[in-house]
C-alpha cells in the first residue's frame, strides 16, 4: 500500500475485555514498531521487529500485552483484560531498514470504560 | 536508554530562530527528528547517522556530535506551519539490537 494502514481507527472497549490492534506496513519494509502515546505525552517504546530477527519486547508494560509479525507483513498487537490506564493512541511505523526514516500509520485511538 | 530533549518548550514570533537539543547517554549509531502536529502522525524530518551522513529535507538542518552523543535541530526564520511536538529518537550503537526509543518531545509553538 501507499502508506502504513492501522484498524481500527478507534476502539471503545470495557474494563477487562481483550483488544486486537492491525498494522498493515509498507511493503518491503523490514523494520516495523508498535508506540503508544497518551494524551499530551511523548511516544513510548512498546515493541521491535526487524526482519525475521527476534523482536524485542522490552517495552511491553505487561504480560497482558503482546504483538506478532507474520514474516515482513501484517502485525497484531494484543491487550488482554484492558484496564483503564490502557487508553491511549496505538501508533504502528515501518521503515526500510535500521538506520532509515519510519513511516508512521494514524494509529488506533483506543478507550478503555 | 531515551534520549533528553531541551528546551521542554518554546514559543516563537515568525521569523525568529530555535534550537531543540538531544542527548544520550549510550553511544549511538544515528538520530531521528520527527514533527507531531495535533492529532495527527509523527512525520519524518532528519536522520543522522554515525560516520556523518544525514538524509532529510532541505529546509531543515541539524547537526550531530557523536564524541558527546547530542544532536540539534535548528529552525529558522519560523513560519507559523512549524507548530507542533518535536520528537528526536535514538538507536543505539549496538550489534543485536537498535530499537528507536523517543525523548519526551518539545512543544514548539509559533505565533504571528
Known amino acids: 500500500g501507499a502508506g502504513v494502514s492501522q484498524s481500527p481507527s478507534n476502539k471503545v472497549t470495557e474494563k477487562g475485555k481483550d483488544v486486537e490492534l492491525r498494522c498493515d506496513p509498507i511493503?518491503?519494509?523490514?523494520?516495523l514498531y508498535w508506540y503508544r502515546q497518551r494524551l499530551g505525552q511523548g511516544l513510548e517504546f512498546l515493541i521491535y521487529?526487524?526482519?525475521?530477527?527476534?523482536?524485542?519486547k522490552s517495552g511491553l508494560p505487561s504480560d497482558r500485552f503482546s504483538a506478532e509479525r507474520t514474516g515482513e507483513s501484517v502485525s497484531t498487537l494484543t491487550i488482554q483484560r484492558t484496564q483503564q490506564e490502557d487508553s491511549a493512541v496505538y501508533l504502528c511505523a515501518s521503515g526500510r531498514d535500521r538506520g532509515e526514516k519510519l513511516f508512521f500509520g494514524s494509529g488506533t485511538q483506543l478507550s478503555v470504560l | 536508554q531515551q534520549p533528553v530533549q531541551s528546551p521542554q518548550a518554546v514559543i516563537l514570533r515568525e521569523g525568529e530562530d530555535a534550537v531543540i537539543n538531544c542527548s544520550s547517554s549510550k553511544a549511538l549509531y544515528s538520530v531521528h527528528w520527527y514533527r507531531q502536529k495535533h492529532g495527527e502522525a509523527p512525520v519524518f524530518l532528519m536522520i543522522?547517522?554515525?560516520?556523518?551522513e544525514q538524509k532529510g529535507h532541505e529546509k531543515i538542518s541539524a547537526s550531530f556530535n557523536e564524541k558527546k552523543q547530542q544532536s540539534s535541530l535548528y529552525l529558522t526564520a519560523s513560519q507559523l506551519s512549524y507548530s507542533g511536538t518535536y520528537f528526536c529518537g535514538t538507536e543505539i550503537d549496538w550489534e543485536y539490537g537498535n530499537k528507536l526509543v523517543f525523548g519526551a518531545g518539545t512543544i514548539l509553538r509559533v505565533k504571528s
Open positions: 511493503s518491503g519494509h523490514t523494520a
Open positions: 543522522l547517522l554515525k560516520g556523518g
Open positions: 521487529f526487524q526482519g525475521n530477527s527476534a523482536p524485542d
